[in-house]
């Protein structure tokens, strides 16, 4: 049960991850497109710092990642999640197969978990932050009147 809810975690994570990186903004953030050999670095640049691991399992841990991006992209797998379930259950199968250790990739799910859990936190400040911009942080209400108070007052 454990491992399933762990699972279902670092599918959640994943969607949340891809969602922000490979979709379209409706508005320009500012921020430039990182190629997915990037990301998939990154993130196995902060898995390999809780989860000891050689080069070759970092490089090959990283293709695995770079994969999966690859595929979603290909599948255009954002809009189908049983295709996106699917790309991560195969992603998840290389990555046990990598590390060679049960506990190794139960500590893999938990980093996946801790990751998108950090990634939602980060996408509720940027709607916020954009919210502001949107409104440009104007209070509600009537603009303020030449001379103070109201039309007509004394």
Do not use: C, W
């Not at 409706?26 to 390999?48: M, N």
């Amino acid at each position: 049960m454990k491992k399933r809810r762990l699972r279902l975690s670092a599918l959640l994570f994943t969607v949340v991850f891809l969602g922000m990186h490979l979709g379209s903004y409706a508005q320009d953030s500012g921020k430039k497109e990182v190629p997915p050999e990037e990301r998939a670095q990154e993130i196995t640049t902060r898995l390999a710092k809780k989860i000891p691991m050689t080069k070759g399992q970092k490089d090959s841990v990283s293709t695995a990642f770079m994969q999966l991006l690859d595929d979603v992209q290909k599948y255009n797998a954002m809009n189908n999640p049983k295709i996106l379930e699917l790309l991560i259950h195969n992603r998840d199968e290389k990555v046990k197969k990598i590390l060679h250790d049960d506990q190794k990739f139960d500590q893999f799910l938990l980093i996946m978990a801790d990751m998108r859990k950090e990634m939602q936190e980060n996408q509720g400040q940027q709607r916020y932050q954009q919210q502001q911009q949107r409104q440009g942080g104007q209070r509600g209400g009537m603009p303020a009147m030449p001379g103070g108070g109201m039309p007509g007052g004394r």
